[in-house]
């Protein structure tokens, strides 16, 4: 397998962080992210967080790169092999939480992986992709989110997006509820071929196109007036997204498998959540829409 270079990827997640940091900070126009580097035994990050703005109530983005001596099971689907192997991984995992309701919460996250075999020889792979969880959903946001996203698929193979569109519907569904977190987006793992230059560029694209994604709606939906009844589904839905990142989840996995820094792996909890017991909305109301008309898998592409 053709070498990687490791800098290369830890220059862009830098670099990348530093753009949708500096990008949201813009768009929010109140709060800013406050910086936290850290170190631990087996490596060292930077957390970026901002708290409290006028659009975003809670946004995280995180940089990471550490090692160790055993991979943890929740670090790839299929080289279980590895699990006793040194390795090596960095990343970067981005969610956020926008105060308006009508603004979709937003996840982005790619990590890179090395590790070495018994005859010290390094194999490595890219996983992660990009989501949108609506809590009010428009049609056109939802286009608009596929339509990037299959956008930044189609230079790499014409069948890219329709794969892990599938994926990401398969993985981000939250099986105790028998229902998907939100909308989807792409979502891939164990990515190694062609070779590396080819997959680093397909990963450019995704960091870089999370933005194009993403900005547009929150923009377009920032100055729209809401009240208490917003409010508490927003809080309500949020629940969901809390249960799958602590059951579910492979990053936040991962992050504790590893012995990873707590603060930073839960960072992209929201800041305010509701349950209710057994609550259903009526069926008649703009919340049960969310359900009956984007909580399902759809093909957005061809939608007017």
């Known amino acids: 397998m053709k070498k990687y270079n490791f800098q290369l990827i830890l220059s862009f997640f830098s670099d990348l962080q530093n753009k949708i940091c500096d990008t949201f900070s813009k768009v929010d126009n109140h709060s800013i992210f406050k910086e936290d580097k850290w170190k ?44 006793n192997r ?73 069948d890219l997006y329709e794969k892990y569109k599938k994926w990401c519907d398969e993985y981000f569904f939250i099986k105790h509820r028998n229902e998907p977190r939100g909308i989807g987006g792409l979502f891939f793992d164990d990515l190694n071929t062609p070779d590396f230059n080819q997959v680093f560029c397909f990963i450019q694209a995704i960091g870089n196109g999370y933005i194009e994604a993403y900005l547009p709606i929150v923009n377009l939906r920032k100055s729209y007036t809401w009240k208490q009844r917003e409010r508490d589904f927003q809080l309500y839905r949020r629940s969901r997204y809390v249960e799958f990142n602590l059951l579910l989840d492979r990053g936040t996995l991962f992050g504790i498998q590893s012995k990873g820094r707590i603060e930073s792996i839960l960072s992209s909890m929201p800041p305010l959540v509701k349950w209710k017991y057994d609550w259903k909305p009526h069926p008649k109301s703009r919340e049960n829409k969310l359900y009956t008309d984007f909580l399902t898998a759809k093909n957005w592409l061809n939608k007017n």
């Not at 087996?42 to 809670?58: A, D, H, S, W």
């Open 40 to 83: 631990t035994m087996r490596g060292q990050g930077r957390t970026r967080v901002l708290k409290n703005g006028k659009i975003f109530e809670q946004a995280s983005v995180n940089i990471s790169n550490i090692s160790g001596n055993s991979l943890p099971h929740a670090s790839t689907n299929k080289n279980k092999n590895f699990l």
């Open 86 to 158: 040194f390795y090596k991984a960095t990343g970067i995992s981005v969610v956020v939480h926008p105060k308006n309701p009508y603004i979709p919460t937003s996840h982005l996250n790619i990590r890179f992986f090395s590790v070495k075999s018994a005859k010290n020889i390094s194999t490595w792979w890219f996983g992660g992709g990009f989501d949108l969880t609506p809590y009010y959903g428009f049609t056109e946001d939802a286009i608009h989110w596929h339509r990037t996203a299959e956008k930044i698929c189609r230079p790499f193979g014409k």
